[in-house]
């Protein structure tokens, strides 16, 4: 069966700082990868998306960026964290036409 | 730009009540998905509806899809406290990049 695995659970970063948040799939290929972000109690936002090794859309304009180094990895990143980019961040895969995403667990960001 | 609204946005009942929420767009969509999000996890699917006008089953739990593949409903027979949570639904497209519109979401919370 497939699994989704994202890391870390919570994070406290200071603003101007990096960030790395990693996300990986178990038991399958080549999936659709995205990263979201999620205001408290709210829907969600999708910041990336990636169909493929090395292929990233982006979805808003914003201070982060997305990679896929691998398969079924996908890594959110920043160089200088702003206090706006605070925010629950979930990583999700599926496969094409109209398949439903299954997600990870979430990351809990805070910027102080 | 495709929008979906839910309503309402926050709804508390008592055990044993019944519900329905709703989920609004202009836009046609090819599935629609429901998911139900527990507070620090990410989204799980409940229900994949394709066809305008089907209804799903599960439980307690009822799903429509509007017949122009528009709107959707889900309606919850004699809510338990274990239903509460954040419903959201959301639109797909298709294609190969399967991504999905979320709704704005609904925050149900049912008193024991």
């Known amino acids: 069966s497939q699994t989704i695995h994202q890391w870390p659970a919570t994070l406290v970063q200071p603003v101007g700082s990096p960030l790395s948040l990693e996300c990986t799939v178990e038991?399958?290929?080549?999936?659709?990868l995205y990263w979201y972000r999620q205001a408290a109690g709210r829907g969600l936002q999708l910041l990336f998306y990636?169909?493929?090794?090395?292929?990233i859309s982006s979805e808003v304009p914003q201070n982060l960026s997305a990679s896929r180094p691998q398969d079924r990895q996908f890594i959110l990143s920043s160089k200088k964290l702003l206090l706006s980019d605070s925010g629950f961040y979930l990583c999700?895969?599926?496969?094409?036409?109209?398949?439903?995403?299954?997600f990870g667990d979430g990351t809990r960001l805070s910027i102080l | 730009t495709q929008l979906l609204e839910q309503s309402p946005q926050f709804l508390s009942i008592q055990e044993g009540e019944n519900l329905t929420v709703y989920c609004n767009s202009s836009?046609?969509?090819?599935?629609l998905q429901w998911y139900r999000q527990e507070p620090g996890e990410g989204p799980v699917l409940l229900v994949t509806?394709?066809?305008?006008?089907e209804v799903k089953k599960l439980k307690r739990l009822t799903f429509q899809f509007g017949d122009a593949r528009k709107d959707s409903s889900l309606h919850i027979t004699a809510a338990q406290p274990g239903d509460t949570g954040l419903y959201l639904c959301?639109?797909?497209?298709?294609?190969?990049?399967?991504?999905?519109?979320f709704g704005t979401g609904t925050l149900l919370a049912v008193q024991p």
């Open positions: 038991g399958t290929s080549n999936p659709n």
């Open positions: 509806v394709v066809t305008g006008g």
């Open positions: 999700a895969w599926s496969l094409g036409g109209g398949q439903p995403q299954h």
């Open positions: 836009s046609v969509f090819s599935s």
């Open positions: 959301a639109g797909a497209n298709g294609g190969a990049t399967n991504k999905l519109i």
């Open positions: 990636s169909v493929g090794i090395g292929q």
